[in-house]
């Protein structure tokens, strides 16, 4: 089976940095991706790592490191409307596009 | 110009009742899925479908029966309800899978439907 830990939260101010830590457990493992909900609303994509190193799109980068079942998502120049939760999800083995998501971490921007 | 909708949006009913949602997608793509995101937020997948045939079916109680008319299209009904079984139901499209090591394709989620048994 597969299993993923994210902190249930995260509080930050206007402007900073902040890094969300997903560090999973998985019987096969294709990648890991990054998804963003704000309340009410729908998951939306944010990123997607197959390999190790960093990947950067605009104000969120997102790291992988196979070798040690760990990633994390960095918001840089928060905005209060990057308040929102924030899944990582891992594409297991066996085919398909199948998506195991985290429980999550909320992120809360403060001004 | 939605590009994954769902019907209806709230759903509230009795234990015991059957009911369904509806789910379309106009982005062209293969593969549909089924997802239940509970009060914790948990978001787990139930079911997916690629150009109309099951490919991905969890361990959901078989009250739970997805039909996909077209690619296009992915319902969910549900029998004999629960109250349990209130959740957030989203669906979700995707390009189809490209193989057992391909990349990967993002999904789009719909806006969701909140379930509530009473």
């Known amino acids: 089976g597969q299993s993923l830990e994210q902190p249930s939260e995260v509080t930050a101010v206007e402007g900073a940095i902040v890094q969300i830590n997903c560090t999973y457990q998985t019987s096969g493992f294709y990648g890991l991706s990054w998804y963003q909900q704000h309340d009410g609303g729908a998951p939306t994509f944010l990123s997607y790592?197959?390999?190790?190193g960093l990947e950067e799109t605009g104000r969120f980068s997102s790291f992988l490191s196979r070798s040690d079942s760990y990633g994390y998502l960095l918001l840089q120049e928060l905005q209060m409307k990057d308040s929102a939760s924030y899944f990582c999800?891992?594409?297991?083995?066996?085919?398909?596009?199948?998506?195991?998501f985290g429980t999550g971490t909320q992120l809360k921007v403060e001004l | 110009d939605t590009a994954v909708s769902q019907t209806p949006k709230y759903l509230v009913t009795q234990m015991g009742n059957d009911k369904s949602i509806k789910c379309e997608q106009n982005l062209g793509h293969d593969t549909m899925y089924w997802y239940k995101q509970d009060s914790k937020k948990f978001l787990k997948i139930m079911f997916s479908?690629?150009?109309?045939?099951?490919?991905i079916n969890e361990t959901v109680p078989n009250r739970f029966s997805p039909k996909s008319p077209d690619k296009a299209h992915l319902n969910l009904h549900i029998n004999s309800l629960e109250l349990g079984d209130s959740a957030v139901y989203f669906c979700?499209?995707?390009?189809?899978?490209?193989?057992?090591?391909?990349?990967?394709?993002?999904?789009?989620f719909g806006p969701g439907t909140r379930l509530t048994v009473l």
């Open positions: 790592n197959a390999l190790d």
């Open positions: 479908y690629n150009n109309k045939e099951l490919i």
């Open positions: 999800a891992v594409r297991p083995g066996g085919g398909g596009n199948k998506l195991t």
């Open positions: 979700a499209s995707s390009q189809a899978p490209m193989g057992l090591a391909g990349g990967y394709n993002e999904q789009f």
